[in-house]
């Protein structure tokens, strides 16, 4: 059964850099739309960035300017680019997508998160 694998997160200085992905665990047709989202202890999920299949994107307007998210088909991957880390960036971070399956069915699928802490 497919599932999203979320790879990237890690320990990191504030002012670095983390790759975030997101890919389906088998073949597929294609992502129609796949958001990140992210969870700070004690706080509700939050989103993060979006993509849709027609190229638009969106952003949380808390980190415009220092993330971005784009798409690779041909790996069936989505990529989260967080610049300029900071202290409260720390958190889970999660991907939900929208998968099309080989059979022409679709998926909304969620990752089972990364970690990203943000600590000198």
């Known amino acids: 059964q497919v599932h999203l694998v979320e790879s990237g997160g890690g320990l990191v200085q504030p002012g670095g850099s983390l790759r975030l992905s997101c890919a389906a665990s088998e073949t597929i047709h294609g992502i129609a739309a796949a958001d990140w989202y992210r969870q700070a202890p004690g706080k509700e999920r939050e989103l993060v960035a979006g993509f849709r299949s027609d190229g638009t994107t969106k952003y949380a307007d808390a980190m415009k300017g220092r993330i971005t998210i784009s798409g690779d088909n041909a790996k069936n991957t989505v990529f989260l680019q967080i610049n300029s880390l900071k202290p409260e960036d720390t958190a889970v971070y999660y991907c939900?997508?929208?998968?099309?399956?080989?059979?022409?069915?679709?998926?909304?699928?969620w990752g089972q998160g990364t970690q990203v802490t943000v600590s000198s």
């Open positions: 939900n997508a929208v998968l099309f399956l080989i059979d022409s069915s679709s998926r909304n699928l």
